[in-house]
């Protein structure tokens, strides 16, 4: 809180109350949500309802019953689902797919083509909604959410994007280590350990 004069100014508590709460970036895109159906003719109309018809149970309709793994990675899983799929089912959806496996990935796209396998391009990465890494060994648990396209109440929740840099025909995920270290000259590497000085001004 802050005071001026006699004007109290408040804002919220946490991150909430920083500028970066403001940079959000808000969907155009109005979400037809099926238990508004039957109240609102512009949801039944959105649904594809006619008068009077019940709306469909379409998120458990979205959600696969099976989860194949990718070829060559038993551990790890790339799902594709309709639009509409709430953000909170998402992570019951990733434990279902990982079962009882100590080390587990899933990767889930909604409303997007879900890619065909692995690697990944950087497209293929921007657009993913969600992703779930598991390692049992180190205690690694971590959920995150694509924060364009889902709200979250914390920011350590969102992924981040990813800047690759393609060198020599791969993608290197830290371009900072492909700035070469200039060589030097036996005189200079004295100089840098401090065991040559330099010479004193006459």
């Not at 690694?140 to 109440?153: G, V």
Request: aromatic share 8%; proline share 10%.
């Amino acid at each position: 809180m802050s005071a001026v004069g006699t004007h109290l100014f408040f804002r919220w508590s946490g991150w909430w109350g920083t500028p970066g709460a403001f940079n959000r970036v808000v969907s155009r895109d109005e979400p037809a949500i099926k238990l508004l159906a039957a109240y609102s003719p512009a949801h039944r109309l959105a649904l594809g309802l006619a008068e009077g018809e019940a709306a469909p149970d379409t998120t458990s309709a979205a959600l696969p019953d099976a989860f194949p793994a990718v070829p060559d990675h038993p551990n790890e899983f790339i799902l594709g689902l309709g639009r509409g799929v709430p953000g909170e089912d998402l992570p019951d959806l990733a434990d279902k797919a990982c079962g009882a496996r100590p080390f587990c990935k899933v990767m889930i796209w909604v409303g997007d083509k879900a890619p065909d396998g692995l690697p990944l391009t950087t497209g293929e990465i921007s657009r993913m909604a969600f992703s779930y890494l598991r390692d049992r060994s180190t205690g690694f648990d971590k959920r995150l959410w694509n924060c364009k396209r889902y709200l979250r109440p914390d920011p350590l929740q969102c992924m981040r994007a990813q800047v690759l840099v393609e060198t020599g025909g791969l993608l290197m995920g830290k371009p900072e280590l492909l700035v070469p270290k200039p060589e030097l000259t036996p005189e200079a590497k004295e100089r840098f350990s401090g065991r040559l000085m330099p010479a004193a001004k006459e």
